[in-house]
């Protein structure tokens, strides 16, 4: 059985129901170019970043202007919208008491996390923190996930990745690392089951047990006698 001592979690969909903010940032943005689109039809842009996310809406010209109206409307507007999934500060008060290693990885500016999960009362549960810093250069979640591997907190350390969607996968391919598909998120098993991740829990205290579980170091339950088998 595999094991680990250190975890990078994915933030939306993973840590957060951050749909309504980010739909309303959306909405907000696409408004100013003269277009709309539901929020079923923006579902595919949950977790991607920003870059890949209007590169697919507006023109070339268009996308870095849209990802300044975004920003702006998240800071001031959307980012109070979102919410902690039910059973998350449970989960990393109790990775935090069995030693596990917890680092943030996620597509969202480094800043605008970090204030997030402040206002939440998570900022404490994380060794490190890495985002988006804003520019091509470290705008892909492999990029996110290299900077936060290369952190001293998680050297020589056995890392799973957390996280929803196909592009949290693709970077823990990229970054050699197994990962965990969280299926109460915003992705499918069908999106993630091509990576072919290690487990796909459907609750946040499936998570959580897998973790403990997988732990490094812990000690596994005693096996049964043949006396204590059940009749």
Not at 116 to 129: H, N, P, Q, V
């Amino acid at each position: 059985m595999q094991s680990f001592d250190a975890v990078l979690f994915d933030l939306d969909g993973t840590l957060l129901d951050s749909a309504p903010g980010i739909f309303d940032a959306f909405c907000h943005t696409l408004a100013q170019f003269g277009t709309k689109a539901t929020q079923q039809q923006l579902r595919r842009f949950l977790g991607p970043p920003l870059h890949e996310s209007f590169s697919r809406l507006l023109p070339p010209g268009e996308v870095e202007r849209a990802i300044g109206i975004y920003r702006r409307r998240y800071a001031e507007k959307s980012g109070p919208l979102t919410g902690v999934y039910p059973g998350v500060p449970q989960m990393l008060a109790a990775l935090r008491a069995a030693g596990y290693t917890i680092c943030l990885a996620t597509s969202k500016l480094e800043p605008v996390a970090l204030q997030l999960l402040r206002e939440k009362g998570l900022a404490d549960a994380f060794d490190c923190i890495g985002g988006s810093q804003g520019d091509t250069a470290l705008d892909t979640k492999t990029a996110v996930m290299r900077r936060v591997l290369s952190r001293p907190a998680l050297q020589n350390k056995r890392a799973v990745m957390v996280g929803d969607r196909d592009n949290d996968m693709q970077g823990a391919a990229d970054c050699g690392l197994p990962a965990l598909g969280a299926l109460y998120g915003y992705g499918s098993a069908e999106e993630l089951a091509p990576y072919a991740p290690l487990a796909m829990p459907a609750s946040v205290e499936d998570l959580r047990d897998w973790l403990l579980e997988h732990r490094a170091g812990m000690r596994e339950p005693p096996k049964k006698s043949e006396k204590d088998e059940d009749p």
